[in-house]
């Protein structure tokens, strides 16, 4: 009986050993195949029709590489902030990452060390002829990672998003309204709405950064290129308390009292206000370029895109920017292969993939695109090409200082409400501009 138990431990004893060996070898990476190169990438495209685009370029990507291996790893954005900046300091961390613009995100990550400048890619793969100056700087620092917009390039961008005017065709078509092509024929074009007893611009400022959107699309008509970049990167101390931004918000406040917004407008949230532009209750609307596939299913009312004019016609900005960029770990040991990738994601194929999902891509499609652009996705997707070729990308003004968000928001609200004026406006934003300058100089 006790030699049965002994032989009964000794086979339990056995079996459990051979079944850690088996799952300690189930745990174990599969060994590289020999010849075969496995490139690591992190990416933030989650969403369904997102991932399938990835998918897609992956595997082209792979075959036009006999021997390379794509090990994608996806995170939602806020995870990927949270982890990115550990994982590019080990040895085994992703050879390409997607890093999130700005002093918090990529800034930290180029003074840290851990990111590879792409100066040398720029000139191989001809970036320079794929961006203009104006969006390549939107990933761009100083090698201390201290100066924004300027230094080496550190990222590339495959999506795009503009701001711009949203308008009702059938509205337009029914009052013989047309497109304006000058500032002056827009406002011209508010006031007949008015009379008409239409809400000219469908707005809500109850979530605060959309009334930014409304402010800064009119500034972007005043300022100049380099006026914007310094103001928006902090360099070269100039001014939030200019008269043209106190123009743009001469104008945004007389928009207000002249009734041109939603009614009850600072009540209403950015959804709902979308909503009733949706379901023809307003003729336009000002908001970006994400907008666009919401209006081309579950409505029976059909809409347009147009850039708001210049003063006069003349050319202008317009805010813009680009998606979460791509860039390369600077430890990797395959950084001729990751920029290769790099330059697939920002490829002409890329960006027809892109454009299929209704996405617009921050690089032009290629000539024999078979894309349906005769809609309104094909609306903002040529205001961006215009705005990306004629070197007019304006910024997300609120990108300035850490707080100027919470600031703007907080003034507009006082300004749209008639508790301040425009010069308020201008002086109390400046206060938080200031220190900030101050600051960042210490």
Known sequence: MKKFRLTLILVLTFLLLTSACLTQTTQTPVEQAPGETTLVVWDQFYREEESKVIETLNAEFEAAHPGVKIERETKVLADLQMTVK????????????????????????????????????????????????????????????????????????????????????????????SIPTTFEDFEALLAEIKDAGITPISFGSLDGWNAIHEFSAIQHLLVNLDYI??????????????????????????????????????????????????????????TGSWFAPELMTGTDQEFGFFLLPGFSGQPTMAIGGVGVPFAIRKSTEHADLAAEYLDWMISQRAAELWAQAGMVPAMSLPEDSQVDTDNIFGDTLLAWQTINKNNAVGHYIDWATP????????????????????????????????????????
């Open 403 to 442: 707080t100027f968000y919470d600031t703007l928001v907080s003034e507009l609200q006082k300004l749209l409400g008639g508790v301040t004026t425009p010069a308020d406006f201008t002086a109390a934003v400046e206060v938080d501009y200031a220190n900030y300058l101050q600051e960042k100089s210490q």
């Open 86 to 177: 550990l994982a590019l300091g080990e040895t085994d961390g992703p050879d390409v990452a997607q890093v999130n613009q700005g002093r918090s995100d990529m800034g930290a990550l180029v003074e840290s060390g851990l990111l590879l400048p792409l100066d040398e890619y720029v000139s191989t793969y001809n970036w320079g002829n794929v961006f203009s100056s104006s969006v390549a700087s939107r990933n761009s620092f100083t090698p201390d990672g201290k100066t924004f917009g300027q230094g080496s390039l550190f990222g590339v961008s495959p999506t795009a998003e503009v701001v711009g005017v949203f308008y009702n065709k059938g509205i337009f078509a029914d009052h013989g309204w």
């Open 229 to 286: 970049n310094n103001l928006t990167y902090g360099v070269n101390n100039v001014s939030f308390d200019t008269p043209e931004n106190q123009r743009a918000a001469q104008i945004l406040s007389d928009w207000a009292k002249a009734g041109y917004f939603s009614e009850g407008f600072p009540g209403i949230g950015y959804d709902d206000s979308n909503n009733l532009f949706k379901a023809g209750e307003g003729a336009m609307t000002i």
